[in-house]
Nanobody, 130 residues
């Protein structure tokens, strides 16, 4: 599985950006798409995840507290693409954003923010908010 991010760029505070993560290869077993970010001098942190492999209707999503109400993770199943819609951007959102995916399946309250749980990663796309 290969993941390729796009859509990064520079934007003023209060603006919006939409990042894309296109998956290719053997994607049938993917269960989660996630977004992480890493600012200079800081550790990579989880932003959001979408559960795409569940049996129940509708996708389950989780968000970091810092982006709740501002970011969403829509997806296009037909195109095997995940998105990170970022609204009301703040300077502290400036970071390299990474897409990640997992073929594992977790139940209950799982640590979706834990990097080792994801076995595929993209190369990242830079977002700068001024």
């Amino acid at each position: 599985v290969q993941l390729v991010e796009s859509g990064g760029g520079s934007v003023q505070a209060g603006g919006s950006l939409r990042l894309s993560c296109a998956a290719s290869g053997f994607t049938n077993n993917l269960n989660y798409f996630a977004w992480f970010r890493q600012a200079p001098g800081k550790e990579r942190e989880a932003v959001a995840v979408i559960d795409i492999g569940g049996d129940i209707g509708g996708d389950i999503t989780y968000y970091a507290d810092s982006v709740k109400g501002r970011f969403t993770v829509p997806r296009d199943n037909a195109k095997k693409t995940s998105y990170l819609q970022m609204n009301t951007l703040k300077p502290e959102d400036t970071a390299m954003y990474y897409c990640a995916a997992s073929t594992a399946r977790y139940g209950g309250s799982w640590p979706w923010y834990h990097r080792p749980l994801y076995n595929y990663w993209g190369q990242g796309t830079q977002v700068t908010v001024s």
